[in-house]
């Protein structure tokens, strides 16, 4: 691990993003777990409780400025 990425794969991902609630426009970074999903998310701007879009594998996916490392590495979705 190098700061904010890891290498997976041979490949550099970024494990921090900046999640963005789309109720309040509060903006936080965030390190992403590397071995799970995050399903929810509660906004430290209004409380409110994020989860993923349809389509989307998690918050990171649906509100992140960065994909989740999974999605990044090419796996297609989290495990």
Do not use: W
């Amino acid at each position: 691990m190098f700061g904010n990425v890891i290498c997976m794969s041979n490949r550099v991902i970024e494990i921090v993003s900046t999640i963005t609630c789309p109720e309040c426009g509060h903006s936080e970074r965030e390190e992403m777990p590397t071995n799970a999903c995050q399903f929810f998310y509660d906004c430290k701007g209004c409380g409110e409780i994020l989860r993923p879009l349809p389509g989307d594998c998690c918050v990171y996916c649906s509100y992140g400025d960065m994909k989740c490392p999974p999605i990044q590495e090419g796996d297609g979705c989290c495990h």
